[in-house]
């Protein structure tokens, strides 16, 4: 009997800049790619949906679970930088400059929307804090093995 098993899966590094440039505080975590995620990936293969386009974080706190459509308190949303493929792995870059997502930022997520849209993957960290002066990045990587 023939079996495949598909895993999606995902990493994010997050980079915090002073406003000078220098590096205040970085992450490197795994998230959840969610149920609405999948069912994504699933329609991109005939085409369907709108192709992911906007990075968002926020203040929440609760776990990442499947069933996750959104953030659970949003503090901003970017265009993506960039997103290119290569391989098996998709890569998104948001970069958030000053007064964008400013705060005790503890939630990232990737969406096809610059407001609401489908979330493809949501994860929850330690406290990032990014000052009104302060520009982050983050990249994210989704592999498909």
Partial sequence: MFQENL?????????????????KQEQNIKNLVVTSGKEFIAAAMVGTPTQMSHMAVGAGTSAAAAGNTNLG?????????SDTSSGAVVTYVGDFPAGTGTGAVTEAGLFNDPTGGVMLCRTVFAVVNKGADDAMSITWQITVS
Wanted: proline content about 0%; aromatic content about 4%.
């Fill in 7 to 23: 895993k999606v899966t995902g990493a994010v590094a997050i980079k915090v800049f002073d406003k000078n440039g220098v590096l």
């Fill in 73 to 81: 308190s949003e503090l901003g949303r970017v265009a993506l930088t």
